[in-house]
């Protein structure tokens, strides 16, 4: 069973940054697309980041110049450098992940189970 575990969130005034850092552990032999999700109460959840195992990277309009997304495919694990933020910013953000468990499989997409980013005005 694959996991996916985000951490750094929080709250942050408006101006500041964030780290936020997406761990998959369990068994599987390879990590394909990761991304950041967010959802903002009300609203719907939005992609705001991606990246390829080779490190290509898609962002949204929103986040694009503010937002940075890395990997360590050594470590299994994501980042999203969160800077500038503002009060629009605030919402779940979630890691996604494209896992292939076995060379025989197809890649399996999972989620994780959020963490909370606040930012105050």
């Known amino acids: 069973q694959v996991r996916l575990v985000e951490s750094g969130g929080g709250l942050v005034q408006a101006g500041g940054s964030l780290r936020l850092s997406c761990v998959a552990s369990g068994r599987f032999i390879g990590i394909d697309v990761m991304g950041w999700f967010r959802q903002a109460p009300g609203k719907q959840r939005e992609l705001v980041a991606s990246?390829?195992?080779?490190?290509?990277?898609n962002y949204a309009d929103s986040v694009k110049g503010r937002f940075t997304i890395s990997r360590d495919n050594a470590k299994n694990t994501m980042y999203l450098q969160m800077n500038s933020l503002n009060p629009e910013d605030t919402a779940v953000y979630y890691c996604?992940?494209?896992?292939?468990?076995?060379?025989?499989?197809?890649?399996?997409?999972?989620w994780g189970q959020g963490t909370q980013v606040t930012v105050s005005s």
């Open positions: 996604n992940a494209d896992v292939k468990i076995t060379y025989a499989d197809n890649a399996r997409n999972n």
């Open positions: 990246i390829t195992s080779r490190g290509s990277t």
